[in-house]
């Protein structure tokens, strides 16, 4: 998978003109469950009471990680979602 990290870390290294169908198809389903496990550490169910807050550095770093999870469940996991989604576009002519 072409290493694609979102424009909130890197607006220009991203090349778009030179990703493919599968690779622009993984890292929007990366993108997809980043974004859900980003938000379930947010969730009031996961949320520990902590003495000292949160800090914003922290926060960026859990995001970071939680792309890196998402990178690694799309390549592993998630290849048949992956597959049907690149398999419901027509061919590229």
């Known amino acids: 998978m072409t290493n ?3 424009p909130a870390f890197n607006v220009s290294g ?3 003109n030179k ?3 599968r690779e622009a198809t993984e890292a929007f389903v990366s993108d997809i ?5 980003n938000s379930a ?3 009031e169910l996961f949320k520990e009471n902590k003495l000292i ?3 914003n550095a922290e926060k960026w770093i859990k995001e970071w990680i939680n792309v890196e999870y998402a990178n690694l469940l799309t390549q592993q996991s998630l290849k048949p979602l992956v597959n049907q989604i690149v398999s419901s576009f027509p061919p590229e002519r």
């Open 41 to 43: 550490q947010d969730d």
């Open 14 to 16: 991203i090349n778009y």
């Open 33 to 37: 469950f980043a974004k859900i496990l």
């Open 19 to 21: 990703i493919g169908m």
């Open 4 to 6: 694609v990290i979102g």
């Open 53 to 55: 807050p949160e800090s």
